[in-house]
């Protein structure tokens, strides 16, 4: 990283990179395809896990569950085979968005989708859901070590802090939320390393993000539903923290609470027309779904029946959220926006 671009190129640069779309008439290319639309599969995936968490203490039908656990299953292989395609036939593209200063955060929501699909595929083939744990914790540990390694290389912009820069610490986190079950002698030290790597960054990243949203020029519109990632290193620090306690105490609650009340005050800076809609929009899904699972174990821990409508409520609106942006991407890959160059 360093100092040579301005915050305006900077700004341009990154809109490119995470998917900020304009009309356009270029036919697509899937040197295109942004690396950010892996954040479709970990909220798909979340999804199904918090309709899974609902059948299981609310008694709610399944259905639901295994069939958005399907769909993000069916996203995940077609989302790597395309990107799989554009390392072969592209790699210098690849090359530039792993080294993107802001862009190549991203390419953390691969890990957290292994490591996310590793629960939900672990439902019915306990050897597969172990192996893809693995794989995805492997990745996730070599990201972090690359994300801090390029921090202390010195000479950074703080115009680069932005909520993507929170995705490595909050896949390190997801590593225990996804492998608490795990039968491996080893993989209790492993989720206590996870822990350690994972709270630590996201600690520091969040206090760089705040830093720069306050003393520096607002993010750009294409840019604003990545907001909404700094709800996710509460709600998934919640999930991580009871997965390894075993209960639900006062700093559980904490965590979920304050991230609950960062959602309040980052909702109406999002959700609103003027965004324009792209990739950049799938931003939005993992730390809401992160956010509805935790509700539902809170809500699970202490069936007051506030907390259970707040759970209930937050599960169908994450739903009809994700089939709203589903739609709507489907929507700019047939119209060749999504693709364009």
């Known amino acids: 990283m360093t100092n040579a671009a301005t915050p305006q190129n900077m700004m ?165 939320v996804t492998g608490h079950h795990m039968p491996m002698a080893w993989a209790g030290e492993v989720l206590l390393l996870s822990v350690a790597v994972g709270s630590v960054l996201a600690l520091v990243m969040f206090t760089m993000i705040v830093t720069r949203l306050i003393q520096h020029e607002p993010l750009a519109p294409a840019m604003t539903p990545s907001l909404m990632i700094l709800v996710a290193p509460f709600e998934v620090g919640f999930t991580a923290y009871t997965n390894l306690t075993g209960e639900v105490d006062r700093f559980a609650a904490l965590l979920f609470y304050f991230g609950l009340f960062l959602f309040v005050v980052l909702a109406p800076k999002v959700f609103r027309r003027s965004v324009p809609f792209g990739a950049g929009w799938w931003a939005i899904s993992f730390p809401l779904a992160a956010m509805v699972n935790a509700a539902l174990k809170y809500a699970s821990v202490h069936p007051t029946l506030p907390l259970k409508l707040l759970a209930g409520g937050l599960l169908m609106a994450l739903t009809a959220a994700l089939f709203v942006l589903t739609v709507r991407t489907l929507r700019i890959l047939f119209n060749g926006r999504l693709l364009a160059s």
């Open 12 to 176: 341009s640069a990154t809109s490119s990179a995470l998917g900020a779309m304009e009309p356009r008439t270029a036919r697509g290319s899937i040197k295109n395809l942004p690396v950010n639309l892996f954040a479709a599969v970990m909220g798909l995936s979340g999804l199904s896990m918090g309709w899974r968490f609902a059948h299981t203490a609310f008694g709610v039908d399944r259905m639901v569950s295994d069939a958005t656990g399907l769909f993000a299953t069916l996203v995940f292989i077609v989302l790597a085979v395309g990107y799989a395609a554009k390392l072969l036939r592209h790699p210098a593209a690849v090359r530039a968005e792993f080294n993107h200063p802001i862009a190549g955060n991203f390419f953390g929501t691969i890990a957290i989708a292994l490591l996310l699909q590793s629960a939900v595929l672990g439902d019915y083939n306990s050897a597969l859901g172990q192996a893809l744990w693995v794989i995805g914790t492997i990745v996730t540990l070599l990201l972090s070590m690359v994300v801090v390694s390029r921090l202390l290389g010195g000479s950074g912009n703080p115009a680069h802090a932005v909520p993507a820069w929170i995705i490595p610490g909050v896949a390190a986190l997801d590593i225990v």
